[in-house]
């Protein structure tokens, strides 16, 4: 299984999707966590794939899809951000804003 097999497994266009099952068994990983995760490497090095839940992966035909993808990628990213901003505020107070230095006081 080469990176290169996925990028090209995976089609372009929503309508044209590919499912989670077929990707993984033309792609010949292991199980669905290793394709998980062989995407991601490809998300973080320029790669644009986008995983619609009920019909699969593709990649945008036209930026429209393209911007419905940033769209939903950008809210979900925000509202992550949002769900750690009380932590951060504990943290802050008890002096351990970084994971690092709350593992150093720790260990």
């Known amino acids: 299984m ?3 097999v996925i990028v090209n497994a995976i089609p372009t ?8 099952a077929t990707l993984r068994d033309v792609s010949r990983c292991a199980n669905e966590r290793e394709l998980r995760r062989c995407i991601e490497h490809l998300r973080t090095n320029s790669e644009i794939i986008i995983c619609s839940s009920d019909k699969g992966y593709y990649r945008p035909e036209n930026m429209q899809e393209l911007f419905k993808y ?6 979900r990213a925000m509202t992550n951000l949002m769900s750690l901003k009380h932590a951060r505020r504990i943290l802050k107070e008890n002096g351990a804003l970084w ?4 593992t150093q006081r720790t260990s």
């Open 13 to 20: 266009g929503e309508r044209n999707a590919i499912s989670m």
């Open 2 to 4: 080469t990176l290169d």
């Open 99 to 102: 994971h690092d230095t709350y």
């Open 70 to 75: 940033y769209n939903r990628t950008h809210k």
